[in-house]
């Protein structure tokens, strides 16, 4: 069985992030997407349990799709979930980069194989802290974030 994990903190899991999975689940039998619980040094919009149902009722009709809560090294989870693959979404230049070292130490420490998407062009804008940021001055979000 392939699996695939995709890991984040998806506060909130946007339009992009959705992209990112319904991209990868054709390369995988199982993809199991891991949410970062709350974090002192990033303040959430929700919390890690609601995300993580935000994100199971959105996949609810796909039996592919495992939504766990994640902490400590994405090869960690990656092993503990039997997946040999890390999928991650880049929409920059530096976002290649941070996600190019990430990856050479998965491999070389843990065996695993990093799979990288690139965000289709018109949601290379779209990120989650950007998100939290207008929603805290008031700005309505809606329309990045999925629909079921």
Do not use: C
């Not at 339009?15 to 039998?29: E, K, M, N």
């Not at 880049?90 to 070389?108: C, G, H, I, P």
């Not at 290379?124 to 207008?134: F, I, K, N, Y």
Request: hydrophobic share 40%; aromatic share 10%.
């Amino acid at each position: 069985m392939k699996i695939g994990v995709f890991v984040g903190s998806f506060d909130p899991f946007t339009i992009g992030h959705d992209s990112i999975v319904r991209r990868a689940l054709p390369l995988f039998d199982r993809l199991v997407i891991g949410v970062v619980g709350d974090n002192v040094h990033k303040p959430s919009m929700r919390a890690a349990e609601e995300r993580m149902k935000v994100i199971q009722d959105l996949y609810a009709d796909d039996q592919r799709v495992v939504v766990k809560p994640f902490h400590g090294l994405a090869m960690d989870f990656a092993k503990a979930e039997n997946a040999r693959f890390i999928v991650k979404g880049v929409r920059t230049v530096s976002d290649f980069e941070y996600e190019q070292w990430q990856a050479d130490f998965n491999r070389k420490l843990g065996g695993i194989e990093t799979i990288l998407l690139y965000t289709e062009p018109e949601l290379s804008s779209v990120s989650s802290s950007a998100l939290r940021e207008l929603s805290h001055f008031g700005v309505d979000i809606s329309s990045y974030l999925p629909k079921k």
